[in-house]
Nanobody, 126 residues
């Protein structure tokens, strides 16, 4: 029943890689943009990358440019986040989200998203 289901989190050593997956229900067609966020307790939720489900355009936060890659499958039902060269500062709860309808395309602001997954924990050890 959930609109978004995240998977792929876990524990890795510094320098390692992980692929996170966000499965979007096929019936969820009202939102063009899907994004990945992360949050550490006590800090603001941080937008990492976003992708247009229909056209494939992608945009990244400066903090992850060159290390993280967002992509979609051919059926447009799954959005991935490939994370490379991880470091302990990447440790956080990672969330997938759907953007509200309306302006502000390419947004990585949490306030522009209104449907969220349950989150998947990523822990990077030294």
């Amino acid at each position: 029943q959930a609109q978004l289901v995240e998977s792929g989190g876990g524990s890795v050593q510094a320098g390692g890689s992980l692929r996170l997956s966000c499965r979007v229900r096929p019936s969820t067609t009202s939102s063009q943009w899907v994004a990945w966020f992360r949050q550490v307790s006590g800090k603001e939720r941080e937008g990492l990358a976003t992708i247009n489900r229909l056209f494939g355009a992608t945009y990244y936060a400066d903090s992850v440019q060159g290390r993280f890659t967002i992509s979609r499958d051919n059926a447009k039902t799954t959005v991935f986040l490939d994370m490379n060269n991880l470091n302990p500062e990447d440790t956080a709860m990672y969330y997938c989200a759907l953007k509200k309808l309306g302006p502000s395309s390419r947004s990585l602001s949490a306030t522009d998203f209104d449907v969220w997954g349950q989150g998947t924990q990523v822990t990077v050890s030294s």
